[in-house]
């Protein structure tokens, strides 16, 4: 099975991790996650990661509590602590922790650096086409390929 290491290096060409300051109004990160077609953000500081804001908190802390986007700050509303991986960890545990936490966004981190961010679709995706190339290498032994 892939490390999330393997996973960032295939992804790395064609993946930018997109983010915002705390300081940010909800309606300014609602915006930055519409143009990249992405379900959440790092919140970071000066590069130091502080927390993630996603579609669901403001749904959750935003919305449903009466809070104006414009007037909401992404600090008032991002989720801390964050849950983070590291590059040596599987698929399988990162697929474990994303489901015993209902988590749908991973920031990768190598002692306190940002590497990149994984969506549960990155795990999925990896996860069929191993599971492809599994029953492919069966059914050629099955062959006598």
């Known amino acids: 099975m892939k490390t999330v290491a393997q996973i960032l290096q295939a992804k ?19 915006r930055v996650m519409a143009e990249h077609n992405v379900g959440a953000l790092l919140v970071l500081d ?18 449903l509590q009466g809070r104006s986007s414009i007037g909401t700050l992404v600090s008032e509303i991002m989720s801390v602590p964050v849950i983070s991986v590291s590059p040596r960890q599987s698929i399988r545990e990162c697929m474990t922790l994303m489901t015993d936490r209902h988590l749908r966004h991973l920031p990768v981190l190598d002692n306190g650096e940002l590497l990149g961010l994984l969506s549960i679709g990155d795990l999925i995706k990896e996860t069929l086409a191993e599971q492809d190339g599994l029953i492919q290498h069966l059914e050629q032994y099955i062959r006598g390929e």
Do not use: C, F, N, W
């Open 12 to 30: 790395a060409h064609q993946h930018v991790v997109h983010s915002i300051a705390p300081g940010a109004t909800m309606l300014d990160a609602l």
């Open 46 to 63: 000066e590069g130091h990661l502080l927390g993630i804001v996603s579609e669901r908190d403001y749904a959750r802390k935003g919305v």
